[in-house]
């Protein structure tokens, strides 16, 4: 996979604090946070379009939310 250098700012402190760790591959380690934020968005994206005209109320979803944490949890002895 061919890779392109990308440009971006960040904070004097975040560098500098940064510095203390010079054996961290920072570009590396930015771009596996990249990856993995652009997958959970495009995760957040299917499930838009999958719920588009949905009738459920954000109330019916916390409930439903809780009783799949609910069974989760005891499923895994929790």
Known sequence: ????????????????????????????????????????LKVLKRLDGLLQGSKLTEEDVERIAAKVKEGVAKRHGL
Do not use: G, Y
């Open 1 to 40: 996979m061919e890779n392109i250098n990308v440009t971006f700012s960040i904070p004097a402190k975040l560098k500098e604090e940064m510095n203390e760790f010079s054996q961290v591959n920072w570009s590396k380690t930015a771009a596996e946070l990249l990856e993995e934020k652009v997958k959970r």
